[in-house]
């Protein structure tokens, strides 16, 4: 049974920093790529980053040069690294992962459940 447990949320002022994980468990075959999304009130969900497994990397425009997406295969963990945060980047980062479980053939979609990220101004 595959889980995806995302940490590192929380409360920061404008121009603050975070850094969150997402570690994915259970019986993992292999993992083609991780993602970060966010959904603010009222806005639709969007991608703010997505890494392959071989480390190539995309980032939504309003985080570029502010946030960094990093993976380390060994620990089947995802980071996302948040400088220079901004009010607009309130909202719930919800970690995604495109894998195969170990005894299965094909690839699917796992989610975590989310975490807060507040930036006050």
């Known amino acids: 049974q595959v889980q995806l447990v995302e940490s590192g949320g929380g409360l920061v002022q404008a121009g603050g920093s975070l850094r969150l994980s997402c570690a994915a468990s259970?019986?993992?075959?292999?993992?083609?790529?991780m993602a970060w999304y966010r959904q603010a009130p009222g806005k639709q969900r969007e991608l703010v980053a997505g890494?392959?497994?071989?480390?190539?990397?995309n980032y939504a425009d309003s985080v570029k040069g502010r946030f960094t997406i990093s993976r380390d295969n060994a620990k089947n963990t995802v980071y996302l690294q948040m400088n220079s945060l901004k009010p607009e980047d309130t909202a719930v980062y919800i970690c995604?992962?495109?894998?195969?479980?170990?005894?299965?053939?094909?690839?699917?979609?796992?989610w975590g459940q989310g975490t807060q990220v507040t930036v006050s101004s």
């Open positions: 995604n992962a495109l894998l195969r479980p170990l005894l299965f053939s094909a690839f699917a979609n796992y």
């Open positions: 259970g019986s993992i075959g292999s993992i083609n790529a």
């Open positions: 890494i392959t497994s071989g480390s190539t990397t």
